[in-house]
T-cell receptor, first 111, second 113 residues
């Protein structure tokens, strides 16, 4: 891949806030996606960032800094059902959907 | 529900055999791509098809090949199966262009024994 790095595992408490970080190679950057993937299921789209700043969508927000090659996914008011893998994926080509994925961050929400 | 459907959902093949996986993309989506996801890893890009032509390929050998049909449905073919080909194979579709959401199907679980 293109050095898409994210933590392997995280644990957080129900009702809390958790931030999942992702760093990537900046050269040729064309957009960043976050996906949620429950065990044994396909990834589901959460967010897309192409410009710097914060995109908020309900309990989930995603931030991008293109100059730093950095993004984070913020999950608020955690629920047990949020236990899943969160995948950071970067596009390096205009008009293409060949994404480079990180290995995913497995989030466990505990009571 | 993403509108992307794949078949079969699960299958078991023997080393050396050939397999064909199928994908029906979301209505109006002319761009489809295939990914391989090994256990505990993120998906890896295999190739992309746009209007029946391959227009992008990842680091996969030629025994991984594909087709896209006029209705934009697609096939992934893998010849001479190896044990390491055991993985979840994901199809993704989009209407093309930058910034368009990429939708994944439920995937096909392939086990090679």
């Amino acid at each position: 891949g293109q050095n898409i790095d994210q933590p392997t595992e995280m644990t957080a408490t129900e009702g809390a806030i958790v931030q999942i970080n992702c760093t990537y190679q900046t050269s040729g950057f064309n957009g960043l996606f976050w996906y949620q993937q429950h065990a044994g299921e396909a990834p589901t789209f959460l967010s897309y960032n192409v410009l710097d700043g914060l995109e908020e969508k309900g309990r989930f927000s995603s931030f991008l800094s293109r100059s730093k090659g950095y993004s984070y996914l913020l999950l608020k008011e955690l629920q047990m059902k949020d236990s899943a893998s969160y995948l950071c994926a970067v596009s390096y080509q205009t008009g293409a959907n060949n994404l480079f994925f990180g290995t995913g961050t497995r989030l466990t929400v505990i009571p | 529900e993403t509108g992307v459907t794949q078949s079969p959902t699960h299958l078991i093949k023997t080393r050396g055999q050939q397999v064909t996986l199928r994908c029906s993309s979301q209505s109006g989506h002319n761009t489809v791509s295939w990914y391989q996801q090994a256990l505990g890893q993120g998906p890896q890009f295999i190739f992309q098809y746009y209007r029946e032509e391959e227009n992008g390929r990842g680091n996969f050998p030629p025994r991984f090949s594909g087709l896209q049909f006029p209705n934009y449905s697609s096939e992934l073919n893998v010849n001479a199966l190896e044990l390491d080909d055991s993985a979840l194979y994901l199809c993704a579709s989009t209407s093309g262009g930058s910034g368009n959401t990429i939708y994944f199907g439920e995937g096909s679980w392939l086990t090679v024994v």
